[in-house]
């Protein structure tokens, strides 16, 4: 019996590897799997795992479903001991064959890591686009010192 389901993750995770080695990660692999400590679908450096989201699930997921996936991914970067977790989602109308421009979504802690330990925000990542919501880009400001500092719940 087919599994429609695991068909499409197999076939998105494979999209990835691909991508990922094309963009220089030649050691990029899917993970077999680890019994119940889920350590991410891709490897492609010893610090870094990729989860991947398929389909039209990823295509369509919701804020709240976003954030259940994004959860899973820091589980399993801190279960495989890496750096960066990356989950990345498929997008409407791009297909495998351009899995270079799915959705990235990383945390900001992950991010702020990426970009300040070497100078390359001032000068590579300038002008990359960030896609995160108004309202924590709004909490981001007034944490950084543009506003006054908001109470979180």
């Given at each position: 019996?087919?599994?429609?389901?695991?068909?499409?993750?197999?076939?998105?995770?494979?999209?990835?590897?691909?991508?990922?080695?094309?963009?220089?990660?030649?050691?990029?692999?899917?993970?077999?799997?680890?019994?119940?400590?889920?350590?991410?679908?891709?490897?492609?450096?010893?610090?870094?795992?990729?989860?991947?989201?398929?389909?039209?699930?990823?295509?369509?997921?919701?804020?709240?479903?976003?954030?259940?996936?994004?959860?899973?991914?820091?589980?399993?970067?801190?279960?495989?001991?890496?750096?960066?977790?990356?989950?990345?989602?498929?997008?409407?109308?791009?297909?495998?064959?351009?899995?270079d421009r799915w959705h990235a979504h990383l945390t900001i802690e992950e991010l702020h890591l990426l970009?300040?330990?070497?100078?390359?925000?001032?000068?590579?990542?300038?002008?990359?686009?960030?896609?995160?919501?108004?309202?924590?880009?709004?909490?981001?400001?007034?944490?950084?010192?543009?506003?006054?500092?908001?109470?979180?719940?």
């Open positions: 019996m087919v599994n429609r389901s695991k068909n499409i993750g197999t076939a998105a995770e494979s999209a990835v590897v691909k991508i990922c080695k094309m963009y220089g990660y030649p050691d990029a692999h899917r993970n077999s799997l680890h019994g119940a400590v889920d350590v991410g679908d891709i490897w492609i450096h010893p610090h870094v795992v990729i989860e991947v989201k398929g389909g039209d699930a990823a295509k369509t997921a919701s804020d709240g479903q976003l954030d259940v996936w994004m959860a899973q991914t820091v589980l399993e970067r801190d279960n495989h001991g890496a750096d960066i977790g990356i989950l990345v989602t498929a997008r409407k109308g791009v297909g495998p064959a351009s899995a970009t300040s330990t070497t100078g390359f925000i001032a000068e590579a990542v300038a002008n990359y686009r960030v896609c995160l919501s108004l309202g924590n880009v709004l909490t981001l400001l007034h944490n950084g010192g543009y506003g006054p500092r908001l109470e979180t719940t």
